[in-house]
């Protein structure tokens, strides 16, 4: 075990925004799979691994990136130690970034389901507001710990792993108009 960590912080240390993009899309598709298997109560047959590609693709390219970069932002503009840091932090990232990354993934996840604008606005009407206020209910307590107690390589694994039932929660709610179909 010691050894995968040591290759783990090689590797963070060598491609930070890479591995983080790599550990967001592998934890977005557990969070997807959670949601078939324990929410959605799919048997092994009725799996949708197409959709699971498609949250890991997410992960990928849009989460792990956008939020390496962001924590990086704020670790340069408003700094890395102390409980006015990190209550600043909190603020700016659940004032700023939250509200606008939350709209960006749901017509991300409308979009990669085929879905046209006129079905993406209305998800964003009936959704968006109920996950921006549950999103308010457990990010700025993890958050909060997150920036006052995690050094920054590792904050974007903290979140990945917090966010296991965050993707389970997104990937039900993202699809559960269309689970009947």
Known sequence: MSNILKVYKRLLAKFPLGMQAVQAGALMAVGDQIAQHLVEKRSFKNLDFGRTAQFAGIGFLLVGPSVRIWFGILDKFIG??????????VMCDQLFFAPTFIAILITTIGTL??????????????????????????????????????????QVLVVQ???????????????RDFLVE
Do not use: C, H
């Open 113 to 154: 389901q085929g879905n046209n604008i006129d079905s993406i606005k209305t998800k964003l009407q009936n959704e968006y507001l109920e996950i921006l206020v549950n999103n308010y209910k457990l990010w700025p307590a993890v958050q909060l710990m997150n920036f006052s107690l995690v050094p920054l390589q590792y």
């Open 80 to 89: 890395s130690a102390g409980t006015s840091v990190a209550l600043k932090k």
């Open 161 to 175: 792993f917090v966010a296991l039932i965050w993707n389970t929660y997104i990937s039900y709610r993202t699809n």
